[in-house]
C-alpha cells in the first residue's frame, strides 16, 4: 500500500505565504514525478506544478512567479512553496506521484486526500 498524506493548508491573508507538504509512505520502490494540482469550489481541478526525480520544474497558469515546487527524495517529500497568495488560490490542493512498488512494477499514479488552503481577510 501506498499514501500520500499533505499538510500545512489553513486560512491566510491575501499576501500571505504558506508551504504546503506531501509525505509519501508505504511500499515505495521509487518515485518519478510528483505534482500539486487544486480544485476551487465550483471548478474542475487543475495542475498547479510538477518537479521529476531530477528537480526538472514546471509552473503552470498563475502559480508562475509566486510558487515554488521542490521535492526531497530522500523523504519521499514534495513541498509547494506559495507566496502572494490570492483570494483565487483558495481551493483544495491535492499531491500526486507516479510511484514504483517494486523495480520490476509498472507506476502507478497515487493521490493524496488534499489539504485545504483559504486565502481571506
Known amino acids: 500500500q501506498v499514501q500520500l498524506v499533505e499538510s500545512g493548508g489553513g486560512l491566510v491573508q491575501p499576501g500571505g505565504s504558506l508551504r504546503l507538504s506531501c509525505a509519501a509512505s508505504?511500499?515505495?520502490?521509487?518515485?518519478?514525478?510528483m505534482g500539486w494540482y487544486r480544485q476551487a469550489p465550483g471548478k474542475q481541478r487543475e495542475l498547479v506544478a510538477t518537479i521529476t526525480r531530477g528537480d526538472y520544474t514546471n509552473l503552470y497558469a498563475s502559480a508562475k512567479g509566486r510558487f515554488t515546487i521542490s521535492r526531497d527524495n530522500a523523504k519521499n517529500l514534495v513541498y509547494l512553496q506559495m507566496n502572494s497568495l490570492l483570494p483565487e488560490d483558495t481551493a483544495v490542493y491535492y499531491c500526486?506521484?507516479?510511484?514504483?512498488?517494486?523495480?520490476?512494477?509498472?507506476?502507478?499514479?497515487?493521490w493524496g486526500k488534499g489539504t485545504l488552503v483559504t486565502v481571506s481577510s
Open positions: 500526486k506521484a507516479e510511484i514504483l512498488s517494486g523495480r520490476w512494477s509498472p507506476p502507478r499514479d497515487y
Open positions: 508505504g511500499n515505495i520502490f521509487t518515485i518519478n514525478d
